[in-house]
């Protein structure tokens, strides 16, 4: 009989720690879970490498904060302590002390004499001091970071007008403003160039005695010493492959680590596209650009997943369709691809989370993001069903919807098709959505520069919102009837309009890429709906109705016509205008009456996962002969051992 399992965690700030479940990971054979638990210790040595790109202080502060914490001698519920404890918490929730939704900084809410007085107490080798480093001179450098809201405020900034790179405290950068830094690239690409490489993906550009420079992050060049154990594992892994393909994979991943070469990390993005064949997966780099301003360093990143076979079957169904879903795409016939290729996706089970993907994670992953890439050779998608799984789980019956859902009717299409049409859009907007479309000829990739990351999200967004109240998806099994995407949409359009304000605090502009997308959507949407989308008032709280859900999907239809026109065409100025216009600005009436019916429920508006703790079973030849799932460990205990197991930095 198998034993209850209890996804909800620990709770603390506006944070809540999940559990996910590895369905299945014991039927895997030994070789399968082996070589899941060598990507593994590949994907959690990174993880220092994550926490300086997201701030130049940040694992000096972590490693002092987690210091004062392990040697605290007082009664650890004395106000002060507990608040640095909260502190800590989230710090290795965010990866450094930027909220890793907002970006803003952290205010502690202990003292600065506490901390000094703390770290006074500590023998100088248990702190992350330099060479001739005195603990007064860590404190004075280290403390303006911490206590002053006016020192490095942002990890990335987005407000349109200022120096971005200049007003960002990610660790991308050193000494280099925008207009140096756009300039610099814009030198490296050439427009006849068919298969260009991500320039700046893997390097810090810095500026030394007036020359502008690229350092790389590879073996024997910046991040080496974690690199190198990520190499160490992946070779490991490479020894327990399922099949030749996975081995190649493995060896231009090491290769590409070894020189930092971008024209291997496109040769091995194709040949990831071509492993088809094998139940294991894996993501590990420099990958997604959210982390930058200006869209063009890779923050490091790494899963582990294997796929949910019976599952997949939704999945192959979309992408056996994929061509009949770009032929008939309300965009531009210009703009559409005439071929697609290698287009596959799958529903797995992630088995560790690392880097830019922990705590907090994505619940779909579309890659390789290169534009020539896909075109040419496809791309892979995956939904995380065991992720998605844990979401819905623990949101159920927690009094969300009847605060923020107009009325009976809508709540029970909602609770009747609601996860069957999340799981589903995640699977048009990965599968379909970001493999759509392609650009015309010359056009530069980052022509959309600081905005075209919620251009893309808004366009696969799109693409998922049109299709799923297609008639086809209902011919293909994929949904059960007519009405059932209704509830998408809705969902939708209160989101963008109303509930994610809940992430935001009060004041504030919206700043991540997402969030701006749904915002993009939803506002365009209300505006052009002619009354069949609108906001009204009931008993003095704010609700979304929609009168009319076939106008709802053309405009959509319309609204991602123009999106992929942006696209295509590179098109900064109108990128430029329509996020600043839709995506950006929030009314502050309404935050305010969000927040306080939110608070009401008592929920915490962001979630994140503990991962499991895999432990190895040997057998008398001193061989791996199964390997263990431990779901006990604690939130504090992981941290502290990820620290001390994985501290390479």
Same mark, same amino acid.
């Given at each position: 009989?198998?034993?209850?399992?209890?996804?909800?965690?620990?709770?603390?700030?506006?944070?809540?720690?999940? *559990?996910?479940?590895?369905n299945?990971? !014991?039927?895997?054979?030994? +070789?399968?879970?082996?070589?899941?638990?060598?990507?593994?210790?590949?994907?959690?040595?990174?993880?220092?490498?994550?926490?300086?790109?997201f701030?130049?202080y940040?694992?000096?502060?972590?490693?002092?904060?987690?210091?004062?914490y392990?040697?605290?001698?007082?009664?650890?519920d004395q106000?002060?302590?507990k608040s640095?404890e909260i502190?800590?918490k989230?710090v290795w929730?965010?990866?450094?002390?930027y909220h890793?939704?907002?970006?803003?900084?952290?205010?502690?809410?202990?003292?600065?004499?506490?901390?000094y007085?703390?770290?006074?107490?500590?023998e100088?080798?248990?702190?992350?001091?330099?060479d001739?480093?005195?603990?007064?001179?860590?404190c004075? $450098?280290i403390?303006p970071?911490?206590?002053?809201?006016?020192?490095?405020?942002?990890?990335? #900034?987005?407000?349109?007008?200022?120096?971005?790179?200049?007003?960002s405290?990610?660790n991308?950068?050193?000494?280099v403003i925008?207009?140096?830094?756009?300039? /610099?690239?814009?030198?490296?690409?050439?427009?006849?160039?068919?298969e260009?490489? =991500?320039w700046?993906? #893997? =390097?810090k550009l810095?500026?030394?005695?007036?020359?502008?420079?690229?350092?790389?992050?590879? =073996?024997?060049?910046?991040?080496?010493?974690?690199?190198?154990?990520?190499? &160490?594992?992946?070779r490991?892994?490479?020894?327990v492959?399922?099949?030749?393909?996975?081995?190649?994979?493995?060896?231009?991943?090491?290769?590409?680590?070894?020189?930092?070469?971008?024209?291997?990390?496109?040769?091995?993005?194709?040949?990831?596209?071509?492993?088809?064949?094998?139940q294991i997966?894996?993501?590990n780099?420099?990958i997604?650009?959210?982390?930058?301003?200006?869209?063009?360093?890779?923050?490091?990143?790494?899963?582990v997943?294997?796929?949910?076979?019976?599952?997949?079957?939704?999945?192959?169904?979309i992408?056996?369709?994929?061509?009949?879903?770009?032929?008939?795409s309300?965009?531009?016939q210009?703009?559409?691809?005439?071929?697609?290729?290698?287009?596959?996706?799958?529903?797995v089970?992630?088995?560790?989370?690392?880097g830019?993907?922990?705590?907090?994670?994505?619940?779909?992953? #579309?890659?390789?993001?290169?534009?020539?890439i896909r075109a040419?050779?496809?791309?892979k998608?995956?939904t995380?069903?065991?992720?998605?799984?844990a &979401?819905?789980?623990?949101?159920?019956n927690?009094?969300?919807?009847? $605060?923020?859902?107009?009325d009976?009717a809508?709540?029970?299409?909602?609770?009747?098709?609601?996860?069957?049409?999340d @799981?589903?859009?995640?699977?048009l907007?990965?599968?379909?959505?970001?493999? =759509?479309?392609?650009?015309?000829?010359?056009?530069?990739?980052?022509?959309l520069?600081?905005?075209?990351?919620?251009?893309?999200e %808004?366009? %696969?967004?799109?693409?998922?919102?049109?299709?799923?109240?297609?008639?086809?998806?209902?011919e293909l099994?994929l949904?059960?009837?007519n009405?059932?995407?209704?509830?998408?949409y809705?969902?939708?359009?209160?989101?963008?309009?109303?509930?994610?304000?809940?992430?935001?605090?009060?004041?504030?502009k919206?700043?991540?890429?997402?969030?701006r997308n749904? %915002?993009?959507?939803?506002?365009?949407?209300? !505006?052009h709906s002619?009354?069949?989308?609108?906001?009204?008032?009931r008993?003095n709280?704010t609700y979304?109705?929609?009168?009319n859900?076939n106008?709802?999907?053309?405009?959509?239809a319309?609204?991602?016509?123009?999106?992929?026109?942006?696209k295509s065409?590179? @098109?900064f100025?109108? %990128?430029? +205008?329509?996020v600043? *216009?839709?995506?950006?600005?929030?009314?502050? @009436?309404?935050? *305010?009456?969000?927040?306080?019916r939110?608070?009401?429920? @008592?929920?915490?508006?962001?979630?994140?996962f503990?991962?499991?703790?895999m432990?190895?079973? /040997?057998?008398?030849?001193?061989?791996i002969?199964?390997?263990e799932i431990?779901?006990t460990?604690?939130?504090s205990h992981?941290?502290?051992?990820?620290?001390?197991?994985?501290?390479?930095?």
């Open positions: 009989m198998q034993q209850s399992f209890n996804y909800s965690d620990e709770r603390f700030a506006d944070l809540q720690l999940l *559990r996910y479940r590895l299945g990971f !014991e039927n895997l054979s030994t +070789q399968k879970k082996t070589l899941v638990f060598y990507l593994a210790k590949a994907t959690l040595a990174g993880r220092d490498i994550t926490t300086d790109q701030g130049k940040n694992l000096r502060i972590r490693k002092a904060l987690e210091a004062v392990c040697a605290y001698k007082d009664f650890r106000d002060e302590f640095l502190y800590l989230r929730f965010s990866n450094g002390i890793h939704y907002g970006c803003d900084k952290f205010a502690p809410k202990f003292s600065e004499s506490f901390l007085n703390e770290i006074q107490k500590l100088p080798s248990m702190l992350p001091l330099r001739g480093e005195t603990r007064d001179e860590f004075e $450098e403390f970071v911490i206590f002053n809201p006016d020192v490095l405020p942002k990890r990335v #900034n987005k407000d349109d007008g200022e120096d971005l790179i200049m007003t405290a990610c991308f950068y050193e000494d925008q207009e140096e830094v756009e300039t /610099y690239y814009a030198g490296k690409k050439n427009a006849l160039d068919t260009p490489p =991500s700046g993906l #893997n =390097s810095i500026k030394r005695d007036g020359k502008i420079e690229e350092v790389i992050w590879k =073996s024997n060049g910046l991040y080496n010493n974690a690199i190198n154990v990520i190499v &160490y594992w992946l490991k892994a490479k020894t492959v399922e099949n030749n393909q996975q081995g190649k994979v493995i060896q231009l991943l090491i290769d590409y680590y070894c020189t930092g070469d971008l024209k291997l990390f496109d040769e091995y993005s194709i040949e990831w596209l071509n492993e088809q064949d094998g997966d894996f993501i780099g420099f997604e650009v959210y982390g930058d301003p200006l869209g063009l360093k890779g923050s490091w990143e790494g899963i997943e294997y796929k949910d076979m019976e599952a997949t079957k939704r999945t192959q169904i992408c056996e369709n994929a061509q009949w879903f770009e032929d008939n309300p965009i531009d210009h703009f559409r691809k005439p071929v697609v290729k290698g287009v596959t996706a799958n529903v089970c992630a088995a560790m989370l690392g830019d993907e922990y705590p907090s994670t994505a619940i779909g992953i #579309n890659l390789p993001n290169a534009d020539w040419r050779y496809g791309s998608s995956v995380i069903g065991n992720l998605t799984d &979401y819905n789980k623990e949101s159920h927690n009094g969300f919807k009847e $605060e923020f859902v107009i009976n809508t709540r029970s299409l909602i609770e009747h098709y609601g996860d069957l049409c @799981d589903l859009h995640t699977d907007h990965e599968c379909l959505g970001h493999g =759509s479309g392609h650009l015309m000829p010359s056009v530069n990739p980052d022509a520069k600081a905005y075209g990351n919620t251009i893309e %808004a366009r %696969a967004d799109l693409f998922g919102l049109y299709y799923i109240a297609d008639p086809k998806i209902v099994g949904l059960p009837d009405d059932a995407y209704k509830s998408q809705y969902t939708y359009m209160m989101n963008g309009l109303v509930t994610q304000l809940t992430r935001i605090k009060l004041g504030n919206i700043e991540e890429a997402h969030m749904r %915002a993009l959507i939803a506002k365009w949407v209300i !505006e002619k009354g069949a989308v609108l906001m009204v008032k008993n709280k979304v109705l929609i009168n859900y106008a709802l999907r053309q405009l959509f319309t609204l991602l016509a123009e999106i992929q026109r942006i065409e590179g @098109d100025t109108a %990128a430029r +205008q329509i600043e *216009r839709y995506a950006v600005n929030v009314d502050t @009436d309404l935050h *305010r009456e969000v927040i306080a939110y608070k009401h429920l @008592d929920l915490a508006p962001f979630k994140g503990i991962n499991p703790w432990k190895p079973v /040997y057998g008398d030849d001193g061989k002969i199964d390997i431990d779901y460990e604690s939130y992981q941290m502290l051992r990820y620290s001390n197991e994985y501290g390479l930095l």
